[in-house]
């Protein structure tokens, strides 16, 4: 056994770590993995005498606990095998006779069967009995019963636009690439002290009061003070910000985070307080009296700027709300901008029903592309989903044999081969971009999450995720979850964690215009607060790792901004952006919605009056037709 992690150690420390991993079933790398985090969280440098009883406690009570071995991912993603798992490579479909058409749409009718829900017995009544209760059987609606297939749910075209056409799609390709201010999130995460989780949210409250001040032409009377000592002349402001908890006889201005003062259940407006940073307020938080007659929309971690009373410093009354700052619209150079229109489609998982894990609506979703020949399709996950009960036991059936599979075997099965199928008998150059999730049962659960890697390794159990495959090698992206990606010169921002649902959950407001709609406000809340995930703390099963928290703030505002979520599907516009719910490819045992997008070119004459190193928006409200369809 190989110890050199841990670099030079005596002969007993040796004996003792090899007794370790033996007796717990740990790898060297798995070992010394469990070393790092412990000694983060007790601060220690290296292994000695006088730490290792302490480490051996460490492993011991970890075992205990979850009542199996202690079992830590390796850096490339390795996991221990399910229990009657079989590792074994992805047998290849007959493919011999396949035609275009017939072999997938025999896939899809194959795994779809119709159930007949039982009838109740007739009941006799007895002369004993009082009273005699009929309660109706559910029906249950499966996916091959489904109704309104190929139906729209919801359009947008505020300009009337018609579909694109795209009947020849080969040589039709478009530019897909990740956003030049989009940090991608490290594929390191965890282990993250106190004082760093303290710092990236005293960072998140320093960007966004920069960003409020600027956008509302507010200042601190520090500032002013420090140019005049300078020799400058201050800039006249709107007004000055106070640090929160700072007691004014007139009128301040309170720049903070809005926290829920019960720190359990849904924030009211009788648990909101306001929450001053640490530099300028020490932390300090105020009780906030909120007036009947008010505006706002509030949830836990939104950074806005009150201005009210605040004559105690304990208790401020606000009389008006700055919500937040949008982030900078993009723009593109004459040379940037495409003469071809682009048609997208969106999708999010879970991609097949409850009741199966033969993935017929992705069998069908599949088709769809075929026939609409977009030039890009955006899947967001989850791909297998660890919600699914089936999923937990993972059995499947080829060529008449139940077994055990992987959740690797499974997203290579059904999802990979699937689109290499595609690409083998469709001429297609659709190009295909994959977001992982926090739910997909073969990633690990962190947000930001880092894109989804294929790692080929005999030394792997699970095998491969087939995205190496020749059919998908240059024509299958995958990025971040949340990623600002490129399409040509589109910046689509996309997310597959329902942080619509969650805001929906754990928000309050009232006095609100009646033309603002529930669905545009929260929307509106992710593009004013320049994050795909502003609330704080996060719901349960976000996971979020507060140290990356710049990979999941918005730079740029998307021209497109895609959030599924399980509330109604619906396409709105917001702050110059078109924001798209496509709703999930299933619901429950049948079938959902996705998103068909038809981006038409900008206008000849605009391109025309443009110079050569002239700048301008990318107009998406004027060119755009959204339609969401039932599977």
């Known amino acids: 056994m190989s110890l050199s992690s841990f670099g030079p150690l005596p002969a007993a420390l040796t004996t003792r770590l090899t007794s370790l991993s033996t007796a717990h079933s740990l790898t060297p790398t798995q070992l010394y993995e469990t070393w790092e985090a412990y000694s983060l969280t007790k601060n220690l440098a290296t292994l000695d005498d006088n730490n290792i009883n302490g480490f051996e406690s460490h ?41 275009a058409v017939d ?73 897909i690439t990740t956003h030049p201010s989009s940090k991608a999130p490290s594929q390191r ?3 993250a002290p106190l004082v760093s989780r303290a710092k990236s949210l005293e960072d998140r409250w320093d960007r966004m009061n920069k960003a409020l001040c600027t956008a509302h032409n507010l200042r601190s009377e520090e500032e002013d003070m420090v140019v005049c000592a300078e020799g400058g002349d201050a800039e ?27 720190h359990s259940g849904r924030i009211n407006p009788a648990s909101l307080l306001l929450e001053g940073s640490r530099l300028h307020s020490a932390g300090s938080r105020i009780k906030l009296d909120i007036p009947k007659d008010l505006s706002y929309s509030f949830f836990p971690g939104q950074i806005v700027a009150l201005t009210g009373m605040n004559s105690s410093g304990h208790i401020m009354r606000p009389i008006s709300v700055l919500e ?38 992705l069998i069908d979703a599949v088709l769809q592309i075929a026939q609409d020949k977009p030039h890009a399709v955006i899947l967001c996950g989850p791909f297998v989903d660890f919600r699914q009960p089936l999923v937990e036991e993972c059995v499947i059936e080829e060529d008449g044999v139940t077994k055990h599979v992987s959740h690797e075997y499974l997203f290579r099965t059904r999802i ?71 399409i040509n010169e589109l910046v689509v921002g996309v997310t597959s964690t329902d942080v619509l649902f969650h805001i929906n959950c754990d928000s309050t407001s009232a006095n609100l215009p009646s033309q603002s709609g529930r669905l545009a406000r929260m929307a509106q809340h992710l593009i004013q607060q320049r994050s795909y995930y502003p609330l704080f703390p996060p719901a349960k099963g976000a996971c979020l790792d507060l140290t990356q928290q710049e990979a999941w703030e918005m730079a740029v505002q998307p021209d497109i901004l895609i959030v599924p979520s399980k509330l109604n599907p ?6 110059g952006s078109v924001v798209v719910n496509p709703g999930s490819l299933t619901k429950n045992t049948t079938g959902g919605t996705f998103a068909l997008m038809d981006i038409h070119p900008v206008k000849d004459e605009v391109i025309a009056s443009l110079g050569d190193e002239e700048e301008v928006e990318n107009q998406i409200i004027e060119r755009i037709r959204v339609d969401i369809k039932r599977i």
């Not at 009544?125 to 019963?145: E, G, H, R």
């Not at 700072?246 to 003062?261: A, T």
């Not at 003469?339 to 998982?349: C, H, L, N, Q, Y």
């Open 189 to 191: 995460h965890g282990f």
């Open 236 to 262: 006249q402001v709107e007004a000055y910000w106070t640090p929160v908890g700072v007691p004014g006889q007139s009128g301040v201005v309170c720049v903070g985070r809005i926290c829920n003062e019960a």
């Open 59 to 99: 492993i011991r009570n970890m075992h205990k606990a979850k009542g199996v071995a202690v079992l830590l991912n390796s850096s490339l993603g390795k996991r221990t095998p399910m229990a009657g798992v079989t590792p074994s490579p992805a047998p290849k479909r007959d493919r011999s006779g396949l035609s």
């Open 103 to 175: 072999s997938l749409e025999g896939q899809a009718d194959a795994v779809t069967h119709a159930r007949t829900p039982s009838k109740s017995a007739a009941s006799t009544p007895s002369s004993n009995a009082k009273s005699i209760t009929v309660t109706p059987q559910k029906v249950t609606v499966t996916y091959s019963s489904r109704n309104g297939r190929g139906s729209t749910v919801v359009t947008y075209n505020p300009h009337n636009l018609d579909p694109i056409s795209t009947d020849n799609n080969r040589g039709a390709t478009v530019s």
């Open 416 to 486: 990979s081969e699937l689109f290499s199928e595609m690409y083998e008998n469709y001429e297609l150059d659709t190009q295909i971009v994959l977001v992982p999730s926090v739910e997909d049962a073969f990633l690990d659960s962190v947000y930001p999450q880092p894109p989804i890697v294929d790692v080929e390794s005999p030394m792997l159990e699970f095998g491969g995720l087939g995205l190496n495959d020749e059919n998908l090698k240059k024509k299958v992206h995958c990025v971040s979850n949340p990623a600002t990606i490129k």
């Open 570 to 575: 619906f396409v709105k516009e917001v702050c």
């Open 324 to 361: 937040g700052a949008p982030p900078p619209k993009p723009t593109s150079f004459k040379k940037e901008l495409s003469k071809d229109g682009v048609k997208i489609v969106s999708m999010a998982g879970p991609y097949t029903t409850s009741d199966n894990l033969e993935y017929a609506p």
